[in-house]
Nanobody, 117 residues
Framework: QVQLVESGGALVQPGGSLRLSCAASGITFSNYAMTWYRQAPGKERELVASITSGGRQNYADSVKGRFTISRDNAKKMVYLQMNSLKPEDTAVYYC???????????WGQGTQVTVSS
């Protein structure tokens, strides 16, 4: 059974930092590109950052220079380090896995990040 489980979401003050984690099971993790998405209330889900199986990273313009995505293939984990958080970063953050060769996608259930004073 495939599972992606996000953790690390919390209430944090503006300017603060959080690290989100996504633990994968039931897949050959190194065969998947991993992506963090987020969805704020009343808005569409948007891509935050992605990392290929080889470690190449891509970021939304809104988070460049503040967020860092990384992965540990041995632990089957992907991380999102978020610094200099802003109220507009408030959203549910989701982890997604895409197989590099076949059209197979898995989503996690999400973790809430709230940035507020």
């Amino acid at each position: 059974q495939v599972q992606l489980v996000e953790s690390g979401g919390a209430l944090v003050q503006p300017g603060g930092s959080l690290r989100l984690s996504c633990a994968a099971s039931g897949i050959t993790f190194s065969n998947y590109a991993m992506t963090w998405y987020r969805q704020a209330p009343g808005k569409e889900r948007e891509l935050v950052a992605s990392i290929t199986s080889g470690g190449r990273q891509n970021y939304a313009d809104s988070v460049k220079g503040r967020f860092t995505i990384s992965r540990d293939n041995a632990k089957k984990m992907v991380y999102l380090q978020m610094n200099s958080l802003k109220p507009e970063d408030t959203a549910v953050y989701y982890c997604k896995a895409d197989h590099v060769l076949i059209k197979t996608t898995y989503w996690g259930q999400g973790t809430q990040v709230t940035v507020s004073s």
